[in-house]
């Protein structure tokens, strides 16, 4: 079923614009301004606005309708379409969520890590990246998915290498992100300039249904491969990662909280959304590229990763490699190519969100406590913070996918779509890779509790406005884990939509 846009109020009917609009205005505006206290102020409340509007976006398309917004009345395929379904939706919810929550928790952050002189950039950095990863994700338009993309990622680059102020290597680490992103932009938009020859449209419905009358054509399979080895790199699939474990390791830990909830989740998305959308499961070729090249890979990083983050000694490092792991379970799913294991893809997106937020926020107020993420920093901080040490242990065990967490969910439908596909072999090896993260998470555990605290080191928490956001994102992982109901009926009408078109 179809909202039509003239049947709602004049507010509600510009909500998908206002959704990306909303932190894009707000960008220049905290540097207008220029006020620190007030640049904050602006892109905490602009983030809490984009949240508000995702959750009534939500709201109205949970029931499997579908909104299409035309931009400047042009109607599509002419003109540029923002459309919304449960499957956007709930990405759209899961990025601006955790971006208001972080910007709870940057404040103090910034003020510690990042020079004085930065702060006003790195809130209108942090808004634009936030832009742009809503753009992409609402948009209904294949080349606008490149733009947006390119303005999360211009800004994502900034927002690493403004980590130099306490470690210089993040210069390197956003130069390394900046090329190899620069390499997947280039794919990716070969890919659509290659589709747009084929089929002379770029409206992703339109592209559907003309991919769809042409049949087997090579030009459309070359554009389906540019197209995943250009969101490989973004999505950081096993071995095109390199550039994760430094980004994520050496930017601020506001930052690395952010991306690590958000950045890879939305390039997941846009697989999802080309494979499913675009291309749909019937096309001969993707059906070959989903189980011979995407499930080997899946299946590697699920183990490699996990293995290189068990000899881990940086905390922020070795929870970098984990999260090259979990996009393993992800891409697993999409695998699978049936509706639990969409399902289970689409749900580990929100949960892995808010464990990697949670944890990594946490470990961020420790180390600033103690100066480093290195492991012998760390040792007996679980006396000295002994909250942020607790919402770093509920964060592992729902990495890990203990019952009563949001990750056992996770891997519960996970395994259950391997069973339904008859890969008894494939749900095995979900179990055991999981057992690998018990070893890492162990790991850490063992140093916050089971040694004595380092020298020069008082006993004190984080500030209030750090641990508010910290626990908030440690109780959803309880929360979420315990009550399903949500995000298994927004993860199981996704996957619908998603499928919908193939059906």
């Not at 049947?7 to 959704?19: E, G, M, N, T, W």
């Not at 990042?114 to 950039?121: E, G, R, S, T, V």
């Not at 908030?472 to 298994?488: Q, S």
Request: net charge neutral.
């Amino acid at each position: 079923m179809s909202i039509e846009i003239s049947a709602i109020s004049d507010f509600s009917r510009h909500l998908p614009v206002l959704q990306v609009m909303v932190p894009f205005v707000a960008a220049p505006l905290c540097v207008l301004l220029n006020s620190r206290s007030l640049a904050w102020l602006i892109a905490f409340i602009a983030s809490i606005a984009a949240f508000g509007i995702s959750m009534l976006l939500l709201a109205q398309v949970i029931d499997g309708s579908v909104i299409s917004y035309h931009m400047g009345g042009w109607a599509p395929p002419l003109g540029i379409e923002y459309r919304v379904d449960a499957a956007n939706a709930f990405l759209l919810l899961i990025v601006s969520g955790i971006g208001a929550i972080v910007l709870l928790y940057a404040r103090a952050s910034v003020e510690a890590e990042i020079a004085p002189k930065n702060h006003i950039l790195f809130y209108a950095c942090y808004l634009l990246c936030l832009t742009g990863m809503l753009g992409v994700v609402i948009t209904g338009d294949a080349f606008n998915v490149f733009v947006f993309l390119e303005i999360s990622s211009l800004s994502t680059y900034v927002l690493v290498a403004l980590g130099a102020n306490r470690d210089k290597r993040a210069l390197t680490a956003a130069y390394d992100y900046l090329i190899m992103g620069t390499i997947g932009a280039t794919f990716f938009v070969i890919g659509i300039g290659l589709l747009y020859v084929s089929t002379g449209t770029l409206n992703m419905a339109d592209l559907a249904v003309r991919i769809a009358e042409q049949g087997d054509n090579r030009t459309i399979r070359t554009a389906l491969a540019f197209i995943v080895v250009g969101m490989g790199l973004k999505v950081a699939i096993y071995p095109l990662h390199l550039w994760l474990p430094n980004a994520y390791t050496y930017a601020p830990s506001a930052v690395t909280s952010f991306l690590a909830a958000t950045a890879t989740k939305v390039a997941v998305y846009v697989l999802l959304r080309f494979m499913f959308t675009i291309f749909q499961p019937a096309y001969l070729f993707e059906a070959r590229t989903l189980e011979f090249i995407i499930l080997p890979f899946a299946l590697i990083a699920m183990f490699a990763a996990s293995f290189v983050a068990i000899f881990q000694n940086d905390v922020k490092r070795l929870f970098a490699y984990s999260s090259i792991a979990q996009i393993g379970y992800m891409l697993l799913g999409i695998s699978i190519v049936t509706k639990t294991g969409l399902t289970a893809t689409i749900i580990h997106l929100f949960n892995h969100g808010i464990t990697k937020g949670a944890l990594f926020m946490a470990l961020g107020a420790i180390t600033l406590k103690t100066g480093s993420s290195f492991l012998d920093r760390l040792r007996g901080m679980g006396k000295l913070m002994p909250w942020t040490s607790a919402a770093i242990v509920i964060a592992g065990l729902s990495l890990i996918g203990v019952p009563g967490t949001a990750g056992f969910i996770s891997k519960w439908v996970l395994v259950e779509g391997a069973i339904e596909k008859g890969w008894w072999w494939v749900a095995i090896l979900v179990v055991a890779s999981s057992l690998l993260a018990v070893i890492y998470v162990w790991k850490l555990i063992e140093v916050l509790y089971l040694s004595e605290p380092a020298n020069g080191i008082t006993k004190g928490e984080a500030p209030l406005t750090m641990m508010i956001p910290i626990w908030i994102l440690a109780l959803a992982c309880i929360f979420f884990g315990l009550n399903t109901d949500v995000t298994l009926t927004a993860a199981s009408t996704a996957a619908e939509s998603l499928l919908g078109v193939a059906r």
